[in-house]
């Protein structure tokens, strides 16, 4: 499946999350999503954004260990089914707003919870989903770089 449309899928779970337990399993996802689409951007995308979608397809793992979810054990990593990235600019937008969306819905769950193991596992999730969407949003200014850049060249060659 294409980029762009598992990103709408994990985008539609984690609207439909139930519970504090759905938020962090679709958090979770997110975040293999994130790190597939970086590997993959890192092997076959374009040249400028390479060494930035390594480390995000490489991340830290801080407070991504697959958790013992039945909800994860079910369906599986959605990840997984990844073929390709077909536009990088609108996979890393859509990428972006997923990683905020992660980052709101783990803030109610911190917010509302009076367990201390699960505010702090929100906490860094939180942390990690912040430090993704950085990278997306440091790859999405070299390919407007690049387009402005494209531009003044055949603007200068005309």
């Known amino acids: 499946m294409d980029a762009e449309r598992l990103i709408g899928v994990s985008r539609h779970a ?3 999350s139930a519970d504090a337990l759905d938020v962090i399993a679709e958090a979770w996802q997110a975040q293999a999503l994130a790190r597939a689409i970086g590997s993959r951007l890192a092997l076959s995308g374009p040249q400028e954004l390479r060494g930035e979608a390594r480390e ?3 991340g830290d793992g801080r407070g991504w260990g697959l958790p013992d979810q039945p909800g994860l054990r079910r369906g599986g990593i959605r990840a997984g089914q990844l073929t390709g990235v077909l536009d990088a600019r609108g996979a890393l937008a859509g990428l ?3 990683l905020g969306e992660v980052g709101i819905a783990l803030v109610a769950v911190a917010c509302a ?3 201390e193991g699960l505010y702090w596992q929100c906490i860094e999730a939180i942390d990690a989903a912040d430090e993704s969407s950085d990278r997306v949003g440091g790859m999405l200014r070299r390919l407007s770089a690049r387009e402005r850049e494209g531009g003044r060249r055949s603007e200068g060659a005309g």
Request: charged share 35%; glycine share 24%.
């Open 14 to 16: 984690l609207a439909g």
């Open 113 to 115: 919870t009076d367990e």
């Open 96 to 98: 972006g707003e997923l």
């Open 56 to 58: 995000l397809g490489e």
